[in-house]
């Protein structure tokens, strides 16, 4: 998937729990996000990053923190994890290009499914 | 607050007809629309748009934005049950990340 490895694939955890969940490109994109994509809603924007060490929240940021300590390595964490939280994880990569067509393509990661029972 | 939405949410066709997918958005410092297909797993793109009035297009693919009346629609000819998917539709703005629509659920039948 374009050189972008998401990791566990599929993960069960109970109410309560800490789980963190890997995104590792070899791209050397700059920009890093994490989405949730639940049914009825869409793909929604948990965290992105765009630089090391520079994070900033999205519209469902609740509940979740985010860690980018090398380009490469993008971490979500979820401190205590909910039912509400049941749903499948995106992390994409982005060059973006702001320059004539301000060109903002993401490439997606194969997607991690967490259950939380 | 920047929207997207899609319509319809879902849609079944039988093999060979023609479906539009619309996407209308209200979106603050506009700077493109992407069309995204998913199947099982990842979003793969498929365009990005950001003049009015210029057809992009793909085999039976293609792509078509107004920016006047903020809608983009996606048509795709000669379905095939290989079309079947989740066509999600993202607009970028001056800021870092896309901002989806729901998707349009495409089911095309033999």
């Known amino acids: 998937d374009a050189g972008i490895t998401q990791s566990p694939r599929h993960k069960v955890t109970e109410t309560g729990t800490p789980v963190t969940l890997r995104c590792h490109q070899t791209e050397n994109h700059r920009y890093m996000y994490w989405y949730r994509q639940d049914p009825g809603h869409g793909l929604r924007l948990i965290h992105y990053s765009y630089g090391v060490k520079d994070t900033d929240k999205g519209e469902v940021s609740d509940g979740y923190s985010v860690s980018r300590s090398k380009t490469e390595d993008f971490l979500l964490t979820l401190e205590s994890a909910t039912s509400s939280q049941t749903s499948v994880y995106f992390c994409?990569?982005?060059?973006?290009?702001?320059?004539?067509?301000?060109?903002?393509?993401?490439?997606f990661g194969a997607g991690s499914r967490l259950t939380v029972l | 607050e920047d929207k997207v939405v899609q319509s319809p949410l879902s849609l079944v066709v039988h093999e060979g007809d023609t479906v539009t997918l619309n996407c209308s958005y209200e979106?603050?410092?506009?700077?493109?629309l992407l069309w995204y297909k998913q199947e099982k797993k990842a979003p793969t793109f498929l365009f990005m748009l950001t003049s009015s009035g210029i057809e992009k297009k793909s085999g039976r693919l293609s792509s078509i934005l107004d920016k006047k009346e903020l809608f983009s629609i996606l048509n795709i000819t000669a379905t095939q049950t290989g079309d079947s998917a989740i066509y999600l539709c993202?607009?970028?703005?001056?800021?870092?990340?896309?901002?989806f629509g729901k998707g349009t659920s495409l089911l095309v039948t033999p």
């Open positions: 993202a607009v970028s703005n001056s800021g870092y990340a896309l901002n």
């Open positions: 979106v603050t410092n506009f700077r493109s």
């Open positions: 994409a990569i982005s060059p973006l290009d702001r320059g004539a067509t301000g060109a903002n393509v993401l490439t």
